[in-house]
């Protein structure tokens, strides 16, 4: 498994122009994950290290060989440990003994302990004499310890040693550590563009699916991955209606509740007369009152916060779908019962 698993062709560009004008060793990378941000960030460091001298990273080369086995002494990447695990990454020597006993829930966060010991390697010498990169990922998952730790490094990093931070956010950095680095942000390629190269990698149905996942190209593959389909999201809006947690309930936790906030949020924005962003207007029932979906988006959002506790996953989405159903049938006019009963939906 590599950062890169798939070829972005739209990063081509954004390579080139980075490799023409980046000069400071530190670099914040700023874009969006589903856009390729973390596989953009993999390729820069990969053209640092590539032994070729042709157009980079040329893939033939010892070091480029090393990276695409996990393998480089001198490319570090730093990520917490459930992206190590979502990418199917080990999680390396800098995986402590209470994180392997699995006593310890995989931390979302970038840990000191990692900060460290990838400060400590970065002092070492270089192992193929082409420098060395550190890749954090993402970069606001260092708590300000972690952060902290690395500033000094920052300021003054170890001979040769360029430094990559990945982030959606980079406000959520810490002033003291955006002042030390470079900024560039990765454009979003057109939807044309991801259409195209969805089509490509077989799938169908990529207006809706890209829809669906905000235009993002990495996050609509993974969600075709992992089974997502056209039919299964035109009905959600009818399903949560209906008070049918059935299809919900099949996906992991976390995916129900995305899409349950993305149906509120549409509903939402219908209901004030805006546009939906993610469903068809014609899924959606015909009327919509603000005030009935404004409990169920508070509910969503704390169940979201609460995601970590250990409840009981069937049972909160059950409750969250008959709380949609309710939000979602309010769509009569004024003064009816408020009894949950399925909404009035568009042909
Ligand atoms: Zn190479």
Known sequence: MTLEPLTLPWLDQPLAQLLAQQRGHALILQGRFGDGLLALGWRLARAWLCESGGPRPCGQCGSCHLADQQAHPDLRPVLPETWQLALGLTAGDEGDADAKSSKRKPSKDIRVEQVRQAIDWSHTTSGRGRGKVLLLSPADAMNEVSANALL????????GLRLL??????????????????????????????QTWLVQQGLNDTEELLRACQGQALSAWQAAQQGWRAEAWRDLPRQVARGDAQGLSALAPPDALRQLQQLCHDAMAVAVGGEPRYFDRRML????????????????AQAVRQQDHPWNAGLLIESLVLQGQTALSFGVPAGRAPTPRPATLRP
Request: aromatic share 4%; with cysteine; hydrophobic share 35%.
């Open 152 to 159: 000094k490094t920052l300021e003054e990093p170890a001979t």
């Open 285 to 300: 029932p015909a009327t919509l009152r603000l005030e009935a979906l404004v409990p169920w988006s508070r509910a969503l």
């Open 165 to 194: 931070l990945c982030t959606e956010d980079a406000g959520q950095l810490l002033p003291t550590i955006r002042s030390r680095c470079q900024s560039w942000r990765l454009p979003s390629p057109d939807d044309a563009q991801v």
